[in-house]
């Protein structure tokens, strides 16, 4: 009999992932069966596959794939969805541990009325060099260029605005990275030192509404360089996160919304 596997589709700012519960190992999940479920056309679609593995010491096992099959350290938007599929089962506030490949990370969600979720959490401050250890040409509108660990690797660029094909450039920064299996870019613009507005091209997904853990490479990058304050609005296509800067404690914690949309099934192939 076919493998049937339990789904639910959730968003984040518009980056929709697929939640799975599976207690199997992960490896029956191939890059080409992630692609397949992944895919927008033939499967139930998403920009990746979120695996939830059972309960350990207080720790949610986290997995993520990115859209083409490929293994990722963590994503924000991933954590918000992982969130609100698990928060129908918790009305009210709680709170949430998921083991990931960048660490542990601690969750705190609110139910709404509505049947979304706001979600929070906060992360070490990320590594930030002001260089890319790669040569590369870039358009003019670049002023200035980052290279930042957040747990998964980002090239930031800092632009005057998005009139050129930042998608073009993202695409071509990928094989400049290949060490890495490719690279997370960003490209910000900062109007004010309040707000941060930012276009996406994410490694092994391409261009994306919005994302978090570009979000939290940005920031860091940014206010590290006192080029905004430490509570600052991260815009993009998707939406809006709301980041908060502990230079202290050097961390950050980023918050936004995420719902599930629905929940069906889907025969492993």
């Known amino acids: 009999m076919p493998d049937r596997i339990v789904f639910a589709k959730a968003e984040s700012l518009r980056n929709d992932f697929i939640v799975v519960r599976d207690s199997r190992?992960?490896?029956?999940?191939?890059?080409?069966r992630v692609a397949a479920i992944c895919d927008?056309?033939?499967?139930?679609?998403?920009?990746?596959?979120?695996?939830?593995?059972?309960?350990r010491a207080g720790r949610i096992p986290f997995i993520l794939c990115n859209g083409d099959g490929s293994r990722a350290e963590w994503s924000g938007n991933g954590i918000r969805c992982a969130a609100a599929f698990l928060g129908q089962t918790r009305p009210g506030p709680a709170h949430l541990i998921l083991a990931t490949g960048a660490g542990p990370i601690d969750v705190d969600l609110r139910s709404r009325s509505?049947?979304?979720?706001?979600?929070?959490?906060?992360?070490?401050?990320?590594?930030?060099?002001?260089?890319?250890?790669?040569?590369?040409?870039?358009?003019?509108?670049?002023?200035?260029?980052?290279?930042?660990?957040?747990g998964n690797p980002h090239w930031v660029f800092q632009v005057r605005d998005f009139r050129f094909d930042w998608e073009a450039f993202g695409r071509e920064c990928q094989?400049?990275?290949?060490?890495?299996?490719?690279?997370?870019?960003?490209?910000?613009?900062?109007?004010?030192?309040?707000?941060?507005?930012?276009?996406?091209?994410?490694?092994?997904?391409?261009?994306?509404?919005?994302?978090?853990?570009?979000?939290?490479?940005?920031?860091?990058?940014?206010?590290?360089?006192?080029?905004?304050?430490?509570r600052?609005?991260?815009?993009?296509?998707?939406?809006?996160?709301?980041?908060?800067?502990d230079m202290d404690n050097r961390t950050i914690r980023l918050a936004a919304a995420a719902r599930v949309v629905f929940e069906g099934y889907w025969t492993l192939q």
Not at 25 to 32: G, I, K
Not at 116 to 133: E, I, Q
């Open 114 to 150: 509505t049947g979304r979720v706001d979600v929070s959490f906060a992360r070490p401050w990320p590594v930030v060099r002001d260089k890319l250890g790669h040569r590369l040409s870039h358009p003019p509108a670049i002023s200035r260029v980052w290279s930042v660990d957040a």
């Open 25 to 32: 190992s992960p490896r029956r999940w191939t890059p080409s």
């Open 175 to 230: 094989p400049r990275a290949s060490a890495t299996r490719g690279v997370n870019v960003g490209f910000v613009r900062i109007p004010n030192r309040r707000t941060i507005e930012m276009r996406l091209y994410e490694r092994g997904v391409g261009p994306t509404p919005s994302s978090g853990s570009g979000a939290l490479a940005a920031v860091a990058a940014c206010r590290e360089y006192d080029l905004i304050d430490d």
């Open 232 to 245: 600052v609005q991260v815009t993009a296509p998707g939406g809006t996160q709301a980041a908060r800067c």
């Open 40 to 55: 927008r056309r033939r499967g139930v679609g998403a920009d990746g596959l979120v695996i939830l593995g059972p309960r």
